[in-house]
């Protein structure tokens, strides 16, 4: 196989980016914008190894979730990659990613547990509580921008189909103030420019919180701040710096507070938390309290148990879980999560949560020298759990383990070393990100007894 070679591909499955996965003379080939069950007619845009991407010249056989996206920046932008297919149809391949992970990185047997229907989101559009931005100046006008894949190529984005509402009505706003004040935009090529990346944040009572990040410092942007407060809804507004000239991120300092409230509160249940510019929270609210449901449901609390909630964050878990529970111990490597967290714990009036912060493979061995838990609750990044975190596990012999995932591939690779010692329960899967491919798990594994417990 070369560049430019053409030939039919007979699309098998969807990859971890949405795309479409075929073979052809023993080789796996990519194509974007593909179903399974396509024929595509194709052509070799890239070799890598032992992979090929491909491009679609047209479709033979066209699959029944085929759908026109909605959205009109789709084939630019790439924050979203799964519109082209059915709602529906795209649980059912979500699903289908986790038994795939299973049968791909495990010696386990998909079938010898349940794995649950997916989960769908209340809201497949305007969901996502948080927009993060780069700002630009295009023929003139300004607009927030999203970088399309693969390339160099900005793309404006004037009204974001996830998003909601709020938000992009007040990026908007922000806009039209930055614009009258005549505020630079960043430059990356150059490096200079005053306003580089719009944050906003809002709640489910459409209450916003403003974060402008700058590459250089201006006057300008007090008067902008003064400005912003004034929009419906916005009742924070900050100021970060970020001069890096890469972009490796979006915020630089921290952030200071200009005008307005230093947070807003958002809830799940009864349980509220205070959310800065930079707090890690769910963005999707309403599927995040179905997801906390299913957490408390699957920990099998009787007010006697006591709960590890290790990568809390800023603990929306275990205070989730800590009326349900004894006592709850949250580890946390972020500082700034774990003051949150202790905050959220006395916002709630909770007593018996409290937040650690360290390493969580380093720090839970000394704390089970001490302590003693019967369920741990984990919510690691993509790269999964550490090898010293999980044998702490093991060798502590805590009997439920409450695994929430957003990435199946290592998923199923820890799932492999938890099962020399716990049986897996139950998988349930949940699309807390329409329009994505990315799917959120929560796999319950509990302790097979053994002569030696």
Same mark, same amino acid.
């Given at each position: 196989? $070369?560049?430019?070679?053409?030939?039919?591909?007979?699309?098998?499955?969807?990859?971890?980016?949405?795309?479409?996965?075929?073979?052809?003379?023993?080789?796996?080939?990519?194509?974007?914008?593909?179903?399974?069950?396509?024929?595509?007619?194709?052509?070799?845009?890239?070799?890598?190894?032992?992979?090929?991407?491909? $491009?679609?010249?047209?479709?033979?056989?066209?699959?029944?979730?085929?759908?026109?996206?909605? +959205?009109?920046?789709?084939?630019?932008?790439?924050?979203?990659?799964?519109?082209?297919?059915?709602?529906?149809?795209?649980?059912?391949?979500?699903?289908?990613?986790?038994?795939?992970?299973?049968?791909?990185?495990?010696?386990?047997?998909?079938?010898?547990?349940?794995?649950?229907?997916?989960?769908?989101?209340?809201?497949?559009?305007?969901?996502?509580?948080?927009?993060?931005?780069?700002?630009?100046?295009?023929?003139?006008?300004?607009?927030?921008?999203?970088?399309?894949?693969?390339?160099?190529?900005?793309?404006?984005?004037?009204?974001?189909?996830? @998003?909601?509402?709020?938000?992009?009505?007040?990026?908007?706003?922000?806009?039209?103030?930055?614009?009258?004040?005549?505020?630079?935009?960043?430059?990356?090529?150059?490096?200079?420019?005053?306003?580089?990346?719009?944050?906003?944040?809002?709640?489910?009572?459409?209450?916003?919180?403003?974060?402008?990040?700058?590459?250089?410092?201006?006057?300008?942007?007090?008067?902008?701040?003064?400005?912003?407060?004034?929009?419906?809804?916005?009742?924070?507004?900050?100021?970060?710096?970020?001069?890096?000239?890469?972009?490796?991120?979006?915020?630089g300092t921290d952030p200071v507070l200009?005008?307005?409230?230093p947070f807003i509160i958002e809830k799940?249940?009864?349980?509220?938390?205070?959310?800065?510019?930079?707090?890690? #929270?769910?963005?999707?609210?309403? @599927?995040?309290?179905?997801?906390?449901?299913?957490?408390?449901?699957? +920990?099998?609390?009787? #007010?006697?148990?006591?709960?590890?909630?290790?990568? +809390?964050?800023?603990?929306?878990?275990?205070?989730?879980?800590?009326?349900?529970?004894?006592?709850?111990?949250?580890?946390?490597?972020?500082?700034?999560?774990?003051?949150?967290?202790?905050?959220?714990? $006395?916002?709630?009036?909770?007593?018996?949560?409290? #937040?650690?912060?360290?390493?969580?493979?380093?720090?839970?061995?000394?704390?089970?020298?001490?302590?003693?838990?019967?369920?741990?609750?984990?919510?690691?990044?993509?790269?999964?759990?550490?090898?010293?975190?999980?044998?702490?596990?093991?060798?502590? $012999?805590?009997?439920?383990?409450?695994?929430?995932?957003?990435?199946?591939?290592?998923?199923?690779?820890?799932?492999?070393?938890?099962?020399?010692?716990?049986?897996?329960?139950?998988?349930?899967?949940?699309?807390?990100?329409? @329009?994505?491919?990315?799917?959120?798990?929560?796999?319950?594994?509990?302790?097979?007894?053994?002569?030696?417990?």
């Amino acid at each position: 196989m $070369k560049e430019k070679d053409n030939f039919i591909l007979d699309i098998k499955r969807l990859g971890i980016n949405g795309e479409g996965i075929g073979f052809y003379n023993r080789m796996v080939v990519f194509v974007e914008n593909a179903i399974p069950g396509e024929g595509h007619n194709v052509e070799v845009v890239k070799l890598d190894n032992k992979m090929a991407f491909a $491009k679609t010249l047209d479709i033979k056989h066209i699959s029944k979730a085929r759908v026109i996206p909605s +959205c009109p920046y789709y084939n630019d932008c790439g924050g979203c990659n799964v519109s082209h297919i059915a709602y529906e149809k795209m649980l059912e391949f979500k699903r289908e990613s986790i038994i795939e992970a299973i049968s791909r990185y495990t010696t386990l047997n998909p079938k010898s547990f349940e794995i649950r229907k997916t989960i769908a989101s209340e809201e497949i559009f305007h969901y996502r509580n948080r927009s993060q931005l780069a700002v630009k100046t295009i023929d003139g006008k300004y607009s927030v921008c999203m970088l399309k894949p693969n390339s160099n190529l900005i793309v404006p984005i004037e009204d974001c189909l996830v @998003q909601k509402e709020k938000i992009n009505a007040v990026n908007f706003k922000i806009l039209k103030f930055a614009e009258e004040l005549d505020i630079s935009c960043y430059i990356s090529k150059f490096g200079r420019g005053v306003l580089r990346y719009l944050v906003t944040r809002g709640n489910e009572k459409n209450e916003v919180l403003v974060c402008l990040i700058c590459g250089e410092k201006s006057n300008k942007i007090r008067e902008l701040a003064k400005k912003v407060i004034t929009i419906d809804g916005v009742i924070g507004v900050y100021e970060s710096f970020n001069d890096a000239k890469k972009e490796i991120g979006f915020f630089g300092t921290d952030p200071v507070l200009l005008e307005g409230k230093p947070f807003i509160i958002e809830k799940l249940g009864k349980i509220s938390y205070q959310i800065y510019p930079n707090t890690f #929270f769910q963005l999707n609210t309403k @599927q995040a309290k179905n997801m906390m449901d299913i957490i408390l449901k699957a +920990c099998k609390l009787s #007010f006697k148990e006591r709960i590890l909630d290790a990568y +809390c964050g800023v603990g929306a878990i275990g205070l989730y879980l800590a009326h349900m529970a004894k006592e709850v111990v949250g580890i946390e490597y972020n500082k700034d999560a774990v003051l949150a967290a202790n905050e959220n714990a $006395k916002l709630n009036n909770i007593k018996n949560a409290r #937040f650690l912060q360290g390493d969580a493979a380093q720090l839970l061995p000394k704390l089970l020298e001490e302590e003693t838990f019967d369920v741990v609750v984990v919510d690691p990044p993509r790269t999964g759990l550490e090898k010293g975190f999980i044998d702490a596990i093991i060798e502590a $012999k805590i009997k439920r383990i409450i695994y929430v995932s957003c990435n199946p591939a290592t998923l199923a690779k820890d799932l492999e070393i938890l099962s020399k010692v716990y049986s897996v329960n139950s998988i349930t899967p949940l699309d807390m990100f329409p @329009q994505t491919a990315l799917t959120e798990t929560i796999t319950t594994l509990v302790r097979v007894e053994t002569k030696k417990d």
